[in-house]
């Protein structure tokens, strides 16, 4: 069976599993709290991967945690130069656990034991992301010297890319504050879609399959929530993955297009920029191999002095 990742609120899943362990806390007369530095954290995660550790961890420390003594979850988020990662830790109070080594054994994740104090015990798993690229340097080494208009035409298209997918992200955080089934729903599909982004031949068909409905009935419910077609949806969905993998990878264009599931570079490179509503005319001006080599070479913009 495949397991799909899910795009939401990774504190308040946290926070429904605490909530769930409750009765167990009490029942070993044990205080259980969750603690967190942010109040939302939107994150790709495997559901099934995080409660597992999780609820395993905080139910072996609770067993072992002396009567009247507490146990709590963090979350902290860290963002550093050289790694991105969901920290999350499961401490108690009342007696040092470091030796009891079945506590942290058998859990998916690797589980780092911190015991520095003799009445405290700290569990750390690390839970590794995809870096979100929020700034690009502006020293170029390739292309020292590029044409006034294809710079101009760069600069624009950029941040029409920056607006477009914001839009994105937008959408399904109204959509999950304000219809939570509806956005449960949208986010079976997105991750149904990704499962086969690089497959060119999956189509309105295959997704109304997987969603086990008609395609009618996908069409009806699909379109009030994303103002599109599915077909139009999966290629966003595509054309989403291409610009990530844009800024991210070290790929040419040609191979980004084909993983993504377009037929050819030209069709894909037409279908990038109609979606960002860059006119015809501009694209010719600024030539397009030119654009797309700029957007990819050491992932960097160019300025002019």
């Known amino acids: ?4 990742p899910i795009e939401s609120d990774i504190l308040l899943f946290l926070k429904g599993i605490i909530a769930s362990l409750q009765p167990f806390a009490q029942a070993h007369s044990v205080a259980l709290a969750f603690e967190s530095d942010k109040e939302t954290l939107f994150l790709s995660y495997h559901p099934e991967t995080v409660a597992s550790d999780v609820t395993q961890l905080i139910c072996r420390v ?3 945690t002396p009567q009247n003594q507490s146990v709590k979850l963090m979350a902290t988020l860290v963002n550093e130069r050289e790694a991105f990662f969901l920290k ?3 401490e108690n109070t009342g007696v040092n656990l470091s ?4 506590i942290a054994t058998k859990t998916r994740n690797l589980v780092i034991v911190h015991a520095n104090r003799e009445k405290s015990t700290a569990y750390e798993i690390h839970w590794y992301l995809e870096k979100p690229i929020e700034t690009i340097p502006s020293v170029f080494s390739t ?3 590029p044409p006034d208009d294809v710079r101009g035409f760069y600069a624009a298209v950029r941040s029409r890319m920056s607006v477009h997918f914001k839009k994105q992200e937008n959408r399904m955080a ?3 504050a304000n219809k939570p089934k509806e956005a ?3 986010q079976k599909v997105m991750a149904v879609i990704h499962a086969h982004i690089s497959d060119e031949t999956f189509d309105v068909e295959q997704l109304a399959r997987s969603m086990a409905m008609s395609r009618m009935h996908l069409h009806r419910r699909l379109k009030p929530l994303v103002n599109q077609s599915p077909a139009h949806y999966i290629r966003d969905l595509r054309l989403t993955r291409a ?10 264009i040609g191979e980004i297009c084909f993983l993504v599931g377009f037929q050819s570079q030209s069709h894909f490179t037409k279908a990038f920029i109609e979606n960002l509503g860059c006119a015809q005319r501009l694209i010719a001006a600024a030539n397009r191999a030119v654009f797309f080599q700029m957007l990819q070479i050491d992932k960097r913009l160019v300025e002019t002095g």
Do not use: N
């Not at 069976?1 to 799909?4: E, K």
């Not at 030796?99 to 079945?102: A, D, G, P, S, T």
């Open 99 to 102: 030796r009891i080594v079945e």
């Open 174 to 176: 109204v959509l999950a």
């Open 143 to 145: 292309v020292s010297h």
């Open 243 to 252: 610009k990530t993998m844009i800024e991210k990878e070290d790929r040419s």
């Open 62 to 64: 609770v067993t072992f």
């Open 184 to 186: 449960v729903f949208l």
């Open 88 to 90: 999350l830790v499961v």
């Open 1 to 4: 069976m495949l397991h799909y």
